[in-house]
């Protein structure tokens, strides 16, 4: 949201500054005398009377203003922001904790992968050490609900999945 209003302000102001720009400039009269021929290294958006800012300082000066003015209003806004999503991040630092202990290492890992049906697949890379025991990760797990049976401790049913090889 912030963003889209960022470039409506953006584009207002080059639309409201056009016409100051343009009133800089004045058609030159028919008496006065033709600009000298241009050599083939020069410049051939600057006249020798106008220094090569071609009146754009005065443009940049105003669009600064506006821009910085524009900023100062937003500012508290923004520091609004980051303080919300510093909360957040405090809120969900315990949850990206565990979940760091069991991704051993991400540069073990390749870019995730968005498969024609809509999966993603996060692949491990074939130079990469083994990954933690099966056993250690599920220690890392954490055990919400007393009584429920392990994976690995050979009470749940198993079932004969077709392996699909990728």
């Known amino acids: ?39 083939e290294g020069s410049d051939p958006y600057t006249t020798p009377d ?39 991040v405090d809120e969900y630092r315990p949850a990206l904790g565990e979940l760091s202990k069991l991704i051993d290492d991400m540069s073990n890992y390749e870019r995730p992968e968005r498969l024609p049906n809509g999966d993603i697949v996060i692949r491990r890379r074939a130079d990469a050490p083994p990954p933690p025991p099966v056993d250690e990760l599920q220690r890392l797990l954490p055990n919400d609900r007393p009584g429920r049976p392990s994976p690995r401790d050979g009470t749940t049913p198993t079932f004969d999945l077709p392996q699909t090889e990728l």
């Open 1 to 39: 949201m912030i963003r889209s209003k960022t470039t409506l302000v953006a584009a207002l102001s080059l639309m409201l500054s056009t016409p100051l720009a343009a009133q800089e400039w004045q058609m030159p009269r028919a008496d006065d005398a033709p600009l000298p021929d241009r050599s």
């Open 50 to 88: 106008d220094g090569g800012d071609g009146g754009l300082d005065d443009l940049g000066r105003d669009l600064e203003g506006m821009m910085e003015g524009m900023f100062n209003r937003l500012q508290p806004h923004l520091e609004d922001l980051g303080n919300e999503l510093a909360g957040t």
